[in-house]
């Protein structure tokens, strides 16, 4: 569809008046929402209406509903909060406040709504729609309305876009602020991480989510914290005497630092709420430790949306606006979701049922109900959570498997690093430690591996990674354990003489393209070197996220947010400025992925990627675009301008020559500058969601290598990737992604799911040509 927008070829007959509106608690990633939708909107050839302070200004109408303009929504996607404003209305929750709502809304010829807001708005806005008739007819009966005037407006089309920092809302992954907040609560943390050691200190951190807890669960994870408490799963009574437990062999093998996470909804299996300062007095009093309580508070909600918020909310906007256009009157209202790395409508009223008979669970003391209802991610990141941050006695014996099915592990890095890729190293660490198997880091990649440094206890015990080696490598960038591009074609024969020699049972390698080529290689020289017949997997760990078999590489979140912290910042300058122009070359080698991505979402002016090359055409085209927009706007606009460029777009027009061509170009209208970000795109501490990917994946990776190991999967499927696929996670034999899904020459994967996000974000940025007409 939008290859054919893009070509001026698909034309929608139905002129519609939509409005956008944020309700309940602000979350950041709501103003690039309402972008997403007035722009698509004109793009679709809809007029966009804002309606100001949520339903607040349904019920006031007047100046509250104002057509939005394309420009009015320019720089929306780095806002926080919502530009529109919300507010909770206790008018619209009765039916006279609905009616008056439903007058305006006639009056001004809007006949369907997008609402970005959390389950209470989207109810309200389900229970607007079912009442749409008999509020039109009460309009008419009454005299407020005439027949004629309702006419057009038969049925309201109600299009529910998740808003909320709690990410509490069933059938979709992630909620539009969540890992936003997340990154604001990881910022806090990771500083009180330092003073918690310097002192030796404990912190108890409270963060929000009143029934949900995927904040603190992830918070948990993502910070390495010692223990979390959440509504949906909580603690039994006697609850203490374990807390106490965990604390204190985490302390007796080393530990400085204590963190517990608390949901501000936390409670006990009793439903009594668990408040900081009561885990702080046991921790004071029974175990000793000097402890603090910190409150994060409303800084949860603050600061700019992170990456994947901008990309979520502005994906999630362009399909409401569709959604708008699809709807009937007989099909049930739509929520815009994301399962995995697919952008899903589900049915609005479903969401919110389940949404709230979770909480009718928790209240019903059923919390197996409660946990089973929340996404299975939830879950898996709640066992990840125990795998890898609790070293605690229960572990130890539920989960230790007997001395006869235990197993050395091998964990080798391979290729750049990439934010997350010791969190992975991490969490199979631990998780082996907890399992009873032997985790061994191979240090400095195959090579090192060849040159014997990858010793494990043939010369000294110190490289099987213990439980405290790991400890902080969770917020750590880089490899820790070291990194090597070189794959082991170099040396077949004493690569697999040193798999024999420290008797590897199955091998995790993480890393980019390398790595992927290793285990190929690895895989193909099975039948001339046994030592490699072993179980084998290979988790895609590179900014480039240029991987088969996989639409998602560790490392490439944090890139992503890096380069938009940047190019906010450059943004800024240029606007200063006024007369700026700033081209910004990202790395990515052959894949475009980092350049789209990273255009899409922060609103650049034109994206050059190595898919499509650089053409003497397309710098024309730009060039006179440029010279419009400058001569356009005069000087007014306090935007700057930004195009985006891949390192490997072009050997011919480098950034540097597009730069000085652009200023030649430019008749005196502006100046250009260039930017080369160089090698901070790996990130210095990863972001959140690689933090948590990182875990999770890791954990599915050693239950793959102990499900081979104990012929669980076929021996042809032993050696595999593991990757994002649409809405799944899955592992696909490498032979297999070799032939089918990767372009081995050009070093990429074949599957570019995101590459018409690059017309995406040129429709968006600039419109269609018809609407620069007129
Ligand atoms: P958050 O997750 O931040 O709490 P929310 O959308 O759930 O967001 P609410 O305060 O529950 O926030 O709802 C926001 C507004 O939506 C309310 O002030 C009210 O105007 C409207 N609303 C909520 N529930 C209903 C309902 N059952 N019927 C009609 N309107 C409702």
């Known amino acids: 569809l939008i290859e054919e927008i ?27 929402a309402v972008r997403a939708v007035v722009r698509m909107s004109y793009i679709r050839g809809c007029e966009p209406y804002g309606i100001y302070e949520g339903y607040e200004g349904l019920v006031q109408g007047g100046d509250l509903i104002k057509k939005m303009q394309w420009q009015d929504v320019r720089g929306w996607l780095s806002e926080g909060g919502t530009l529109i404003g919300t507010a909770r209305c206790a008018s619209f929750r009765e039916r006279p406040g609905r009616l008056t709502a439903a007058k305006n809304l006639i009056l001004a010829g809007i006949d369907a709504l997008v609402i970005c807001g959390g389950d209470g708005s989207l109810t309200g806005a389900d229970i607007f729609r079912a009442e749409w008739s008999g509020l039109v007819q009460e309009l008419i009966s009454t005299g407020q309305l005439t027949e004629e005037q309702c006419a057009p407006y038969r049925f309201l089309t109600i299009v529910g876009l998740v808003g909320s920092i709690d990410n509490d809302m069933a059938s979709t992954d992630a909620t539009i602020g969540a890992y936003s907040s997340l990154t604001r609560i990881c910022e806090a943390v990771d500083s009180i991480f330092a003073t918690a050691y310097s002192h030796s200190r404990a912190f108890v951190v409270e963060v929000m989510g009143r029934h949900c807890g995927w904040l603190a669960l992830m918070a948990g994870l993502s910070t390495g914290a010692d223990f979390v408490f959440i509504p949906e799963h909580p603690p039994q009574p006697g609850w203490e005497d374990n807390m106490c437990k965990v604390l204190a062999k985490h302390r007796q093998i080393g530990k400085r630092t204590t963190i517990i996470i608390v949901a501000e ?3 006990d299996t009793n ?31 603050g600061g700019v949306p992170c990456f994947f918020d901008r990309m979520l909310a502005t994906l999630q906007g362009v399909e409401a606006v569709q959604a708008v256009l ?15 790395n697919r952008i899903s409508r589900k049915p609005l009223m479903e969401a919110v049922r389940l949404t709230h008979s979770v909480a009718k669970a928790i209240e019903s003391k059923d919390f197996d ?19 890898t941050n609790a070293w605690s006695e229960d572990i130890e014996s539920d989960f230790k498997l007997p001395p006869e099915k235990r197993l050395r592990i091998a964990i080798i890095h391979v290729g750049a690093p990439a934010g997350g890729m010791n969190a992975a190293t991490r969490a199979a660490a631990r998780y082996c430690i907890n399992r009873g198997h032997t985790p061994l880091a191979v240090y400095n990649g195959f090579p090192g591996l060849c040159r014997h440094e990858a010793v494990s206890e043939a010369d000294s015990l110190s490289h099987v990674l213990d439980w405290m080696d790991v400890e902080d490598w969770i917020i750590r960038g880089g490899s820790e354990i070291g990194t090597n591009r070189a794959t082991p074609d170099m040396d ?14 199955a091998v995790m390698i993480v890393g980019g393209f390398e790595a992927f080529v290793a285990l190929g290689q690895l895989t193909k020289a099975r039948s001339s070197y046994p030592a490699f017949r072993i179980p084998m997997v290979c988790l895609p760990a590179t900014i480039s996220n240029n991987v088969p078999a996989t639409e998602y590489s560790l490392g490439s979140d944090t890139a992503l947010n890096v ?81 985006i460029r891949n390192e490997m777009a072009s050997q011919t027009y480098t950034t540097e020559v597009i730069g000085k061509m652009y200023e030649e170009e430019s008749e005196g209208r502006y100046e250009t500058r260039t930017s080369v970000l160089g090698h901070v795109q790996q990130g210095g501490n990863p972001s959140p969601m690689d933090r948590v990917r990182a875990t999770r994946l890791a954990v599915r990776c050693m239950h793959f290598l102990e499900d081979c190991a104990y012929g669980v999967n076929k021996v042809d499927d032993n050696s595999t990737v593991i990757g994002v696929k649409g809405s799944a996670i899955v592992f696909t034999n490498i032979l297999e992604a070799e032939e089918k899904e990767a372009d081995m020459k050009n070093r990429i994967s074949r599957n570019n799911w995101w590459a018409e996000l690059k017309q995406l974000s040129d429709l968006l940025q600039r419109g269609t040509p018809e609407l620069i007409a007129s």
Not at 326 to 340: H, K, R, Y
Not at 492 to 504: P, W
């Open 369 to 387: 109900k409660a946990i089973g209802l929340r996404d299975p991610e939830f879950v898996e990141h709640l066992d990840a959570f125990r795998w």
């Open 271 to 301: 439903l009594q709420p668990i408040k900081p300062n009561y885990i702080k007095d046991i921790c004071s009093q029974r175990l000793n430790l000097d402890t603090r309580v910190t409150t994060l508070g409303h800084t949860q909600r």
């Open 6 to 32: 893009s070509q001026g070829k698909s034309s929608e007959k139905r002129r519609k008046r939509i409005g956008v509106m944020t309700s309940g608690g602000d979350s950041q990633g709501m103003s690039a």
């Open 563 to 643: 380069i938009v912290h940047y190019c906010d910042t450059i943004k800024q300058s240029a606007s200063a400025s006024r007369r700026r122009v700033f081209i910004v070359e990202v790395q990515g080698g052959r894949s475009g992925y980092l350049s789209v991505l990273s255009g899409l979402t922060v609103g650049a002016l034109a994206i050059y990627s190595p898919e499509e090359g650089i053409k003497l055409k397309t710098l024309a085209d730009d060039a006179d675009y440029l010279r419009k927009t400058f001569a356009r706007e005069k000087g007014e606009g306090r935007h700057g301008k930004l195009l």
């Open 265 to 267: 909804g936390a409670i």
């Open 492 to 505: 077949l024969g004493t690569t697999a003489y040193m798999f024999q020699k420290h008797k590897f049972d």
């Open 326 to 340: 699809d709807a009937t009157p007989d099909t049930p209202s739509p929520m815009i979701g994301i399962n995995e």
